[in-house]
């Protein structure tokens, strides 16, 4: 079964707003990832969240899970025009061995 | 500390020609994993090695495909015969633990693979 479903698929706001993209998944997990891609590159890892954590922030950053939903989220506050890539969530199920199952990701577009 | 390398960084292949993808893990990283990602899709899992072992290669389609990571040297994705359908961006990611430990995963530039 698929995880890390990613909504929405596409996000369109104005420069200077917030942006939050949501992920759901199916199965117990060790720990949740995000990560963004600008159009034809490589990842960037942006924040690990543990699945014994609730919150966690990095600059303009702030992850949420709720493992009891099996949801998290992700709130880019402040968005800049820099901001404009695709962000997947991606998970590491338990027992596992480390691989990481993305989601289709959200494509975020931040209009100046 | 440099990153994830990747190369070639674009590779141009006929259908049924072998294609051979590079990863040098980040300094320090035992760990390596390949994932598949075709446009507008997130991420496939293929592959996951340690130094001179696979781990998990569930991923992997059963026929055409192999990965290594030999003692010495980068880790290597082998794809034969090549067809269209494996058209895609392959990224290299490594860690510096792996199974049952939660580590942060680093992601290469990715290797394109345009088959013709």
């Known amino acids: 079964s698929q995880q890390g479903e990613e909504d929405p698929q596409a996000l369109s706001i104005q420069e200077g707003e917030n942006a939050t993209m949501n992920c759901s998944y199916k199965t117990s997990i060790n720990n949740l990832q995000w990560y963004r891609q600008n159009s034809g590159r490589g990842l960037v890892h942006l924040i690990l969240?543990?699945?014994?954590?609730r919150e966690k922030h990095s600059g303009r950053l702030r992850v949420t899970l709720d493992t009891s939903k099996k949801s998290s989220s992700l709130l880019i506050t402040a968005s800049r025009a820099a901001d404009t890539a695709s962000y997947f969530c991606?998970?590491?199920?338990?027992?596992?061995?480390?691989?990481?199952?993305f989601g289709q990701g959200t494509r975020l577009t931040i209009n100046p | 500390n440099a990153g994830v390398m990747q190369n070639p960084r674009h590779l141009v292949r006929r259908r049924g020609q072998e294609a051979r993808l590079r990863c040098s893990p980040m300094k320090g990283h035992s760990h390596v994993y390949w994932y598949r990602q075709l446009p507008e899709e997130g991420l496939k899992f293929m592959v996951y090695?340690?130094?001179?072992?696979?781990?998990?290669e569930s991923g992997m389609p059963k026929e055409r495909f192999s990965a290594e990571f030999p003692k010495e040297g980068p880790s290597i994705l082998r794809i034969q015969q090549v067809v269209r359908g494996d058209s895609a961006a392959y990224f290299c990611?490594?860690?510096?633990?792996?199974?049952?430990?939660?580590?942060?995963?680093?992601f290469g530039p990715g290797t394109r693979l345009t088959v013709t």
């Open positions: 969240i543990r699945s014994n954590e």
């Open positions: 990611a490594s860690s510096p633990r792996g199974q049952g430990l939660s580590y942060e995963q680093y």
């Open positions: 090695l340690q130094k001179e072992n696979i781990i998990d």
């Open positions: 991606a998970t590491d199920a338990t027992g596992g061995a480390q691989k990481l199952v």
